[in-house]
């Protein structure tokens, strides 16, 4: 009967734990205030300015996201390939590079989007950020310029430092994407399972090495 208890007490607290950690997601801005602090380094121009303050280049380098399938896009990938579309259009770039994941769904929006196609390099064959990296550095060989890496606020934090440390040097975009979901109570729990399982993986890419 005591271990009945004591198990008794034990998940009395685990929900409360529980119940504090919604509480605390769902009504204060904890979690944007996470989204912002991934979003990139000082260099980053801050999400809610204007985005014509985004940084410039001769190439950007467009990250696929994982969710994407059979040539669709996925909500985060949808948010970056608009930020693209909006980043050819004022941002001067000469070259588009998207790597890895559903790349033929998000191609397809960028030349519907009036992007031209022979514009735009694309590798499928990665499935992860530093995989994406090593595919791109390849890509990258015969592209002069400055580059400017552009991928999800959520993502940036880890894309940014895995691509320098192999030796692709690029200044960040950060698409609100984790950050679109914090404006409505509702999207604010989705957003910061986003966060945990993305905190997961840095912690994982600082222990091999990669960052």
Request: proline content about 5%; glycine content about 10%.
């Amino acid at each position: 009967m005591t271990a009945l208890r004591k198990a008794g007490r034990w998940l009395c607290r685990l929900f409360a734990v529980i119940g504090l950690v919604t509480v605390l997601v769902i009504s204060t801005p904890i979690v944007s205030w996470w989204v912002r602090a991934y979003a990139g380094p000082p260099e980053q121009p801050r999400l809610e300015q204007p985005r014509l303050e985004q940084p410039k280049g001769d190439v950007l380098i467009l990250l696929g996201a994982a969710a994407d399938d059979h040539g669709g896009i996925s909500y985060s990938s949808y948010w970056r390939a608009r930020q693209a579309v909006f980043a050819w259009q004022t941002g001067g770039f000469k070259e588009i590079v998207i790597s890895g994941f559903g790349d033929p769904g998000i191609l397809n929006f960028l030349v519907a989007e009036g992007i031209p196609r022979q514009a735009i390099l694309t590798e499928g064959r990665s499935d992860s950020t530093r995989e994406n990296a090593i595919e791109t550095a390849r890509l990258l060989q015969n592209l002069p310029g400055g580059r400017v890496l552009l991928t999800s606020d959520f993502h940036m934090f880890r894309a940014l430092r895995v691509f320098r440390k192999l030796g692709i040097e690029a200044a960040p975009m950060a698409v609100p994407d984790a950050l679109h979901s914090t404006e409505h109570w509702n999207g604010r729990f989705s957003a910061f399972e986003i966060m945990v399982a993305e905190s997961a993986k840095i912690v994982y890419y600082g222990l091999r090495g990669w960052l």
